[in-house]
């Protein structure tokens, strides 16, 4: 049996009304930064991350901070390719392949520290 109240339906369970709820499920999957950013708000931010989940804003939220962080390690990577140039890659190749895995672990590691664990 449904009822409406306040446009919320309710459904009958054994001898309990429940309401019927859905969240809005997201139009496109997270990557990388959102998923660790949610990872992070569900283990070490229970209560924000309960909140933002029930109030509809987590997923936004998540979409958000992946785009800022992409962006982040994309201006990072050019600014510290700016001040630590990479060796010619036809000649040196291991050298430079060494040298962008690296500038890349530092972009990384600010971005996870400003932006995904704070």
Do not use: F
């Not at 429940?18 to 229970?46: A, D, I, V």
């Not at 600014?79 to 010619?88: G, R, T, V, Y």
């Amino acid at each position: 049996m449904n009822t409406n109240s306040r446009n919320v339906t309710y459904s009958t369970v054994g001898d309990y009304q429940l309401p019927n709820l859905t969240l809005n499920q997201p139009r496109k999957p997270l990557g990388k930064y959102g998923r660790l950013r949610r990872t992070y708000l569900k283990e070490q931010r229970p209560v924000l991350y309960h909140t933002m989940l029930m109030n509809g804003s987590l997923y936004p939220h998540l979409m958000e901070v992946e785009q800022n962080a992409a962006a982040m390690k994309e201006h990072l990577m050019t600014e510290l390719l700016k001040s630590n140039p990479a060796p010619d890659k036809k000649s040196r190749q291991m050298e430079w392949v060494q040298h962008m895995n690296s500038l890349k672990a530092q972009a990384e590691e600010l971005v996870l520290t400003e932006l995904i664990y704070s």
